[in-house]
T-cell receptor
Framework: DTAVSQTPKYLVTQMGNDKSIKCEQN?????MYWYKQDSKKFLKIMFS???????INETVPNRFSPKSPDKAHLNLHINSLELGDSAVYFC??????????????FGPGTRLTVL | QQQVKQSPQSLIVQKGGISIINCAYE??????FPWYQQFPGKGPALLIA?????SEKKEGRFTISFNKSAKQFSLHIMDSQPGDSATYFC??????????FGAGTTVTVRA
């Protein structure tokens, strides 16, 4: 009965490869997010979708492409992986949007290591 | 640039002591100030949140103090316990879906 789940939990890959991270939420929420947490634990939002519509697209390299097939899923595809992409990626969801003060529920994270 | 500045980076407190984490912001349009708690290997989880129309909010041993004129808010953990050892993030948002996080404070509670 996990609220927000991500797969895989760990991802180790070579530079230049393409990889995807999947996220699913069973909370019935309208909004989903991707965050990147670097080695210093700094959390930065990357993307947000509301009802499958992209509403936040921060200054992220266009090698990163989110896709929301439906309200319950938000996947992250990364092309041409670079060393600097190594981080923990968190998916999150909320009922409506951040501005309304809704609690965000985070997934367990995916630790990406690029060699 | 970081919109929410958090200090200290880390702190160590004895069991039963008080942990205090401070945050400051510049954007007066922010209207929601949550604190998230993150344990190693886990995702952050909402701990407590406040809006600028109140100066203090308490939930159990956790209290947020908010100073609108100074654009500062802080988290107080009373009677700190070893189970409180975690990284704490302050954050702020306005009505545009973006949640800006502070850099985090690692709290270690010594038994």
């Amino acid at each position: 009965d996990t609220a927000v789940s991500q797969t895989p939990k760990y991802l180790v890959t070579q530079m230049g490869n393409d990889k995807s991270i999947k996220c699913e939420q069973n909370l019935g929420h309208d909004t989903m997010y991707w965050y990147k947490q670097d080695s210093k634990k700094f959390l930065k939002i990357m993307f947000s979708y509301n009802n499958k519509e992209l509403i936040i697209n921060e200054t992220v390299p266009n090698r990163f492409s989110p896709k929301s097939p439906d309200k319950a899923h938000l996947n992250l595809h990364i092309n041409s992986l670079e060393l600097g992409d190594s981080a923990v990626y968190f998916c999150a969801s909320s009922q409506a949007g951040q501005g309304s003060g809704d609690e965000q529920f985070f997934g367990p994270g995916t630790r990406l290591t690029v060699l | 640039q970081q919109q929410v500045k958090q200090s200290p980076q880390s702190l160590i407190v004895q069991k039963g002591g008080i942990s205090i984490i401070n945050c400051a912001y510049e954007n007066t349009a922010f209207d929601y100030f949550p604190w998230y708690q993150q344990f190693p290997g886990k995702g952050p989880a909402l701990l407590i949140a406040i809006r600028p129309d109140v100066s203090e909010k308490k939930e159990g041993r956790f209290t947020i103090s908010f100073n609108k004129s100074a654009k500062q808010f802080s988290l107080h953990i009373m009677d700190s316990q070893p189970g409180d050892s975690a990284t704490y993030f302050c954050a702020a948002s306005k009505n545009d879906y973006k949640l800006s996080f502070g850099a985090g404070t690692t709290v270690t509670v010594r038994a």
